[in-house]
């Protein structure tokens, strides 16, 4: 049974935790080095209690769909519609970070590449990237074992997903691309959350690289984030943070909740000098414990947007984290 995300639970919440309607805009906070934020993530995955959920970044109550990624969403470059062609201009009409930059990197993938466009975005501007996004939620970039007419999202099809992912190849093979960063959840034969066969999925993405590599543009995946599923556990970030006591309970090991069979195949697709590949764990856990919120000097950010995605306000805090996590990847 499909478990519900954080904005259908926390709707139900503002009656009794008396929690914000909305989420306040707010001022932008600092984004902390990859000690500082692990520093935090440590002494976070400690808490037997969470901290204040009025106060938190972003208050609890206050999650919405637009919190998944950057909103709202540029047609064509981004969405869960049967739509499969690039916009012929996508180059501005998609592009994030430093728009007038002459170095492009591509954000490719599923909706696991919609929520790190909030880091991608500030690393953009702050390094003079012009960020390229071009995604579709449930189009993974590793393929789909499943049947064409097998709905993945939506009304969207294996086959539009195909479609989509081999017109975004198309582009990028004369778009003048510095890099290619790929993010996507992997899918087995029958659908999300169902087995996946290792070998099958190492030979996807390295197929699905290759195509990248191609271009002449250096390639980066990024590896799954902790995400709470039926099938590592019962439990939901939402849940956990509203009646879960002690929080510790929730707060598991990343062995438990980072998909291993997918961490795997990553990391065996790197081609030295072609593919990186960035294991974007440390940004969630020790090596013992995975964070829902973390505890930092510019307040207290929650993690999760649902069970398997980030919200946009800790991806964009992250931004300088992730971007030391990337910097071997691009060398």
Avoid at 9 to 17: E, M, P, Q, S
Avoid at 154 to 178: D, I, M, P
Wanted: include cysteine; glycine fraction near 8%.
């Amino acid at each position: 049974m499909k478990r519900p995300s954080y904005v259908k639970i926390v709707a139900t919440l503002g009656c009794c935790f008396g929690l914000a309607a909305t989420v306040s805009s707010g001022a932008a906070v600092a984004s902390p080095t990859l000690q500082q934020l692990q520093t935090s993530i440590a002494s976070s995955v400690t808490l037997v209690t969470p901290p204040s959920l009025v106060h938190s970044i972003p208050p609890l109550a206050g999650m919405n769909p637009g919190d998944a990624s950057i909103s709202p969403n540029r047609s064509g470059c981004y969405g869960a519609t049967v739509k499969t062609a690039i916009p012929s201009n996508a180059a501005t009409l998609c592009a994030y970070g430093k728009t007038t930059s002459k170095t492009l990197v591509l954000l490719t993938g599923d909706s696991q590449a919609g929520m790190w466009l909030p880091a991608l975005d500030s690393l953009g501007k702050s390094r003079n990237w012009r960020i390229i996004f071009l995604a579709k939620s449930g189009c993974t970039p590793w393929g789909n074992p499943n049947p064409p007419t097998s709905i993945v999202f939506g009304s969207v099809t294996v086959a539009n997903c195909e479609s989509f992912v081999a017109n975004v190849k198309k582009w990028a093979a004369s778009a003048h691309l510095s890099s290619v960063i790929l993010a996507g959840r992997a899918i087995g034969k029958g659908g999300f959350g169902t087995t996946l066969d290792p070998s099958a999925l190492l030979a996807s993405m390295q197929t699905e690289t290759a195509a990248f590599v191609a271009t002449g543009a250096k390639v980066v995946v990024l590896g799954p984030i902790p995400s709470f599923n039926e099938k590592t556990t019962s439990l939901m970030p939402s849940t956990c943070l509203a009646a879960v006591r002690p929080l510790t309970n929730c707060e598991l090991a990343p062995s438990a909740l980072v998909p291993q069979v997918e961490l795997s195949a990553t990391r065996a697709a790197a081609v030295p000098g072609k593919v990186g590949i960035v294991d974007v764990t440390p940004l969630f856990c020790t090596s013992e414990h995975c964070a829902l919120v973390v505890v930092a000097p510019s307040g207290s950010h929650l993690v999760y947007y649902d069970n398997h995605h980030i919200n946009r306000f800790y991806s964009a805090w992250v931004a300088t984290a992730l971007g030391t996590l990337l910097d071997p990847a691009l060398a």
